[in-house]
């Protein structure tokens, strides 16, 4: 719109093609989906059809991989949910509700092990810095 303001009725214009578009009668939608959308599909219908087959091949080696990290992981993963929860819990009741000091969360590495969390670990970075 903002290119093409300054053209004479222009506005007026793009109100009679909306209603061309809308319009039960004209039935203008429906002439531009016949007629050039759907060509379009049917030109591309080759490549769309291979796009979509390489990516339901993609999802399916994607989710295997999560699907097997879980399956070799998941109970590991979440007893240590629930002992951190139940150490949360536990740390909430012996400091009477009040939150504390510790870090809630710790970041996991590439191999599942904890690690310090990240501002831990740039804050030793910068004290070793100076």
Do not use: C
């Not at 949360?88 to 504390?100: F, L, R, W």
Request: aromatic share 10%.
């Amino acid at each position: 719109d903002w290119l093409v303001w300054w053209l004479p009725l222009y506005y007026e214009a793009k109100i009679l093609f909306l209603l061309w578009l809308v319009h039960g009668h004209f039935e203008g939608a429906v002439w531009i989906f016949d007629n050039l959308i759907v060509e379009a599909l049917n030109q591309h219908q080759g490549d769309i059809d291979a796009s979509l087959e390489r990516s339901k091949d993609a999802m399916k080696r994607g989710s295997g991989k999560v699907m097997s990290y879980l399956f070799e992981n998941g109970a590991s993963l979440a007893a240590e949910a629930i002992r951190k929860s139940q150490s949360m819990v536990m740390e909430g009741v012996v400091n009477g509700g009040k939150q504390s000091n510790s870090d809630r969360f710790e970041e996991l590495s590439d191999d599942g092990t904890a690690t310090e969390p990240t501002d831990k670990r740039k804050a030793k970075d910068s004290k070793k810095g100076q």
